[in-house]
């Protein structure tokens, strides 16, 4: 892709996600984006950026640059952008590589007028020909702007002296990274991913967790108010940190992406404060235990972080962004040294530091034990 993807983040979302969902998948990621980039220059630097480096899996995204953000949206350049979205779906099954295609990020235009615009024109018809072609296809463009209407929405209730909400830097076209977020979004839902994490189903009067999806529960008791257990998943919710709740209500990620579900039947009616390792995450009726309660971003306080698997992804945050600035760092070294004899060490000892990372970030996102505890108020 572009300078959108060479910012790294909506990379990096769907890096954290696959990590944690998918713990014994020993996946790689590589973010070959590059700024000012055109879908005829990812296919001259196909073989370079993407086959010489081992992908098996491939996103493609382009369009904005391509028809130099507006001012050369002419047949010429529709018919360049084609070619070469062609060519790469067709070298790409060559190899052997699964390519999905991209519509482009969508602009600050209007929404309505942007759905008859020349991008949005251009990009279907590269859509239908990767189709055509037996590749997967994602129309960024209009899922993207179901969240912008959202946006817009929300920002005819603003006070006057309010920040109107937006998915883009000054210019437009970047993205900001509200952006970032919802591009990471409509990319995973249209790779297929699941929105269901695992289900914990227990019944309290029974002692029974036959129903459970995606998880294994061992050690359910009940004593004197309170029902224990212990819960190993399969794999772990992704979190946003602080404040990361607040993006929720444009970008449905808990309900469409993050469901990590608990479910407890037969309670006596009441309330019930529930614990995992011993932190408190929330206070629930019976009625909704009954029914289900998505704890995925479950605090008691929203200064610290929720369940264990909080702290679990918010690790695997931190070493992902290591791993993203030792990236930049290398990008800079290419760029600026001169001197070959510095640079082709500096290349072998950040490359022993990545695969140590990457080693780091599948040790934090392995799913453990959690110890449940659902405890009766008076």
Known sequence: GDSITAAQSYGKTIENYTLLRY?????????AGQGGDTAAGGLARLEKDVFARGATVL?????VNDIGWGVKADAEHRQKYLESIREI????SEKKVRVFICSAAITAMDPDKAEKDFLQWMCDEGLASAKELGAGTIDLQRDMRTIQRRLLEANKHLQPKESPHTLHAADGVHLNDLGQLAMAFCILKGLGAPAEVSSAVIDAKTEDSGESKGCKIDGVTQKEGVLEFDRLDEGLPLNFGLFGALQFRFIPFPDQLNRYL???KELPEGKYEVLADGRKLATYSHKQLAAGVNISFATSDAWQPGGPWDVQSTLVKHLTDSRSQLHLSQIQARAFLTDESQLAPLAADAAKVNASLEYLQRKAAQPRIYHFEVRKLE
């Open 23 to 31: 713990p014994s998948r020993k996946v790689r990621f590589i973010n």
């Open 59 to 63: 996103t493609v995204a382009y369009g």
């Open 89 to 92: 779906v067709r070298r790409c």
């Open 262 to 264: 608990l479910t407890v």
